[in-house]
């Protein structure tokens, strides 16, 4: 993957393409853990390629071309989510539905829709992608203590909900 992005950063186009080709299913899992419609998805996902085009020749090690991609997925979400200044709580994203608009993971889907947006995206990374706790907390700024207890926090709250839903 080194010697792609090697590439793209000379100015491949054919490369860069490819790397977007293999990042592709990453992103959308945490554009997904972000937004509950296509529409939203697909407009971070074409902003994010685009921002990653205009600026790769700015990326310092190859090796760290994902965490530089999903970086800039998440600032592009995080711009989109506030620029739209809306707020929906859990009946909203239940009835948009997660697991309706992404069916390739539907419970995974559903449970983050159970949680509040900030946690959402939290479990996308830890549990979607499998990022540490450490570079969650430099991809959104928070500490790593606070990423922590958002996640037992979560899992908690997820716990109860099945419980509630068991018996409903």
Not at 50 to 73: C, V
Not at 127 to 149: A, H, M, P
Request: hydrophobic residues 35%.
């Amino acid at each position: 993957m080194e010697l792609l992005v090697k590439r793209a950063m000379g100015g491949d186009g054919e490369s860069f393409i490819q790397l977007m080709e293999q990042h592709r299913q990453s992103m959308l899992k945490v554009a997904w853990g972000f937004f509950s419609n296509q529409e939203d998805v697909a407009d971070v996902m074409q902003q994010t390629i685009l921002n990653a085009y205009e600026h790769i020749g700015e990326l310092r090690q190859t090796r760290y071309f994902k965490t530089w991609l999903i970086r800039i997925l998440i600032n592009n979400c995080t711009k989109l989510y506030n620029s739209q200044k809306r707020m929906t709580d859990q009946d909203t994203v239940r009835e948009e539905g997660y697991y309706d608009a992404y069916p390739g993971e539907n419970s995974f889907f559903y449970l983050l829709s159970l949680l509040d947006r900030q946690d959402r995206v939290i479990f996308q990374l830890y549990f979607g992608q499998e990022y540490t706790t450490k570079e969650i907390g430099e991809f959104l700024g928070i500490k790593e203590s606070t990423i922590r207890s958002r996640i037992r926090r979560g899992k908690e709250q997820l716990r109860k909900q099945i419980q509630r839903e068991e018996w409903a």
